[in-house]
C-alpha cells in the first residue's frame, strides 16, 4: 500500500469509537486490492441505494418499515447475495468492489446493509457473531437481528443462543456475542479475514499490506511487529526486517518469542551487522 493510504487509514481510526470513519477506514482496506479503488464512486452508489430505500419506505416509516425498504433495496432491487462459491475472494472483503459486484460475505455485506440504514436514519449496528456476522436494528433493548448474508433473512436471540452451543466461547458470556461491536473492531474482522486469505495463499505483498493496517489498530501487538519483520525480510527489505525484528524481539520474552524471528534476527545481524545477540 502506498504510504499516503497506510497514513489516512491512521487517521480514520484515530480518536474516540464514535469518530472512527467507519466507511472511509473499509474504503483504505479496499486499496489493498485496487490502489484506485473510489471512495466518491462507492460512496455515490450508497447514497443512491439510499434514496431509493428512503422513498420506498415514505415519509413517516417506522424502524421496521425502514429496515424493510432497506432489505427491498439491496436484495430485491439490486441483488446483493452471499457469494457461497466463492467465500475466499479477497474481492469479496473490498467494499468497492462488494458494491460495484452485489456479491460479498457476512461482514462485507453487513457494511453495506449499516451503511445504507445510517444514510436513511436508522440506527444500526454490527454484532460479531463466531464465524457468521450479521447487524442488528433496535438497540439493546428491542433487538431485530438481520442477516444479509441470507439477503435480509430475520434471526431471534434464542436461535441465536442456540447456535453459540456449537462454538468454544469459554467464559463468554453469551449475551456478549449478540451485543454491537465497536467500528474498531468490525475493521479488525475485515483485517483478519484477509490475513488468513493472503497467509494461507502466500501472497506477501497483500499479506503484509495487511499487517500493516492491522498494526495501526492494534500499535501494542509485538507480534504484528515480527510477522511484518519476517515479511519484509522475504520481500527484500533487509533494513526494515531488522529493526521490526529488533523491536519484537526486544518487546517480548525470549522465552515467548518465534524462535524463528529470533535465529532470523541473528543471522541478519551476522551478515549485515547489528547491537550484538538477542536476549
Request: hydrophobic share 40%; aromatic share 8%.
Amino acid at each position: 500500500m502506498k504510504p499516503d493510504d497506510l497514513e489516512a487509514f491512521s487517521a480514520a481510526i484515530h480518536g474516540a469509537d464514535h469518530e472512527v470513519d467507519l466507511f472511509g477506514a473499509a474504503m483504505l482496506i479496499a486499496r489493498i486490492g485496487d490502489p484506485d479503488a473510489d471512495v466518491h464512486e462507492t460512496a455515490s452508489r450508497l447514497d443512491v441505494m439510499a434514496e431509493e430505500a428512503r422513498v420506498y419506505a415514505g415519509a413517516r416509516a417506522d424502524d421496521h418499515a425502514l429496515a424493510h425498504a432497506i432489505e427491498y433495496q439491496l436484495f430485491s432491487v439490486c441483488g446483493f447475495r452471499g457469494d457461497s462459491e466463492g467465500y475466499t475472494d479477497p474481492a469479496n472483503s473490498y467494499l468497492d468492489q462488494v458494491v460495484r459486484r452485489r456479491l460479498g460475505i457476512p461482514i462485507s455485506l453487513s457494511l453495506v446493509y449499516m451503511e445504507v440504514a445510517q444514510r436513511v436514519g436508522l440506527e444500526c449496528d454490527g454484532v460479531g457473531f463466531p464465524g457468521h456476522f450479521i447487524v442488528r436494528y433496535g438497540g439493546a433493548e428491542e433487538p431485530t437481528y438481520v442477516d444479509p448474508f441470507q439477503q435480509g433473512a430475520r434471526i431471534d436471540r434464542q436461535e441465536l443462543l442456540a447456535r453459540l452451543r456449537v462454538h468454544q466461547i469459554g467464559s463468554a458470556s453469551p449475551e456478549s456475542f449478540l451485543a454491537a461491536i465497536t467500528r474498531r473492531q468490525i475493521l479488525q474482522r475485515m483485517l483478519n479475514n484477509l490475513h488468513v486469505v493472503f497467509r494461507e495463499r502466500r501472497e506477501l505483498q497483500d499479506w503484509l499490506s495487511v499487517v500493516e493496517l492491522q498494526h495501526r489498530l492494534e500499535p501494542w501487538n509485538a507480534m504484528l511487529v515480527g510477522e511484518r519483520g519476517m515479511l519484509r525480510y522475504r520481500l527484500g527489505d533487509i533494513e526494515g526486517a531488522m529493526s521490526d525484528l529488533e523491536a519484537y524481539v526486544s518487546a517480548s520474552e525470549r522465552a515467548e518469542a518465534n524462535p524463528g524471528a529470533i535465529r532470523l534476527l541473528d543471522q541478519l545481524r551476522l551478515r549485515h551487522g547489528g547491537m550484538g545477540e538477542t536476549r
